[in-house]
C-alpha cells in the first residue's frame, strides 16, 4: 500500500508542476516541460533515499514556482522573474553531473534567439 501512496503523491507533484508551468512564458514553458519529463522519467526507479531527496527537491520547486505564479497574478508577463538564486552552499552539495546539467539549463534559458519555434493555442 505504500508504494502505491508514494506513486499518487509523485504522479500529483508531477502534474501540479506542468500545471504551474503554464503560466510561464511559452518558450520557458517548452524548456521547462521537457526538463520535468526527463527529470521524472530518469528518476523512476531511484533507490529510496534518492527518491525521497528528489521529491523535497521538486516539492521546493514548486512552492517557489507556485509563489511566483501568485505574485504574477496582478503583474505584466514581461516584468515578472521566474526562479531562485541559488547559494554557494547549496552548489557546493551539487554533485559535478548536476552542475553540468544546470550550467546547460541555464545556456539554454538566456539564449537570445528561440530554440523552439513555438505558437500558443489561440483557443
Request: no cysteine; glycine share 6%.
Amino acid at each position: 500500500m505504500a508504494v502505491s501512496a508514494h506513486v499518487s503523491k509523485v504522479r500529483s507533484l508531477y502534474k501540479r508542476i506542468l500545471v504551474l508551468h503554464r503560466f510561464l512564458p511559452i518558450d520557458l514553458r517548452a524548456l521547462g516541460d521537457q526538463y520535468v519529463k526527463d527529470e521524472f522519467r530518469r528518476h523512476k526507479g531511484a533507490a529510496a533515499e534518492e527518491a525521497k531527496r528528489f521529491m523535497v527537491e521538486w516539492e521546493n520547486y514548486k512552492d517557489t514556482l507556485q509563489s511566483q505564479v501568485l505574485e504574477s497574478a496582478g503583474s505584466q508577463l514581461g516584468s515578472v522573474k521566474f526562479g531562485a538564486e541559488l547559494s554557494e552552499q547549496s552548489l557546493g552539495n551539487f554533485q559535478e553531473e548536476q552542475i553540468g546539467q544546470l550550467y546547460e539549463l541555464m545556456l539554454e534559458s538566456t539564449k537570445p534567439n528561440r530554440q523552439f519555434d513555438i505558437q500558443e493555442d489561440t483557443k
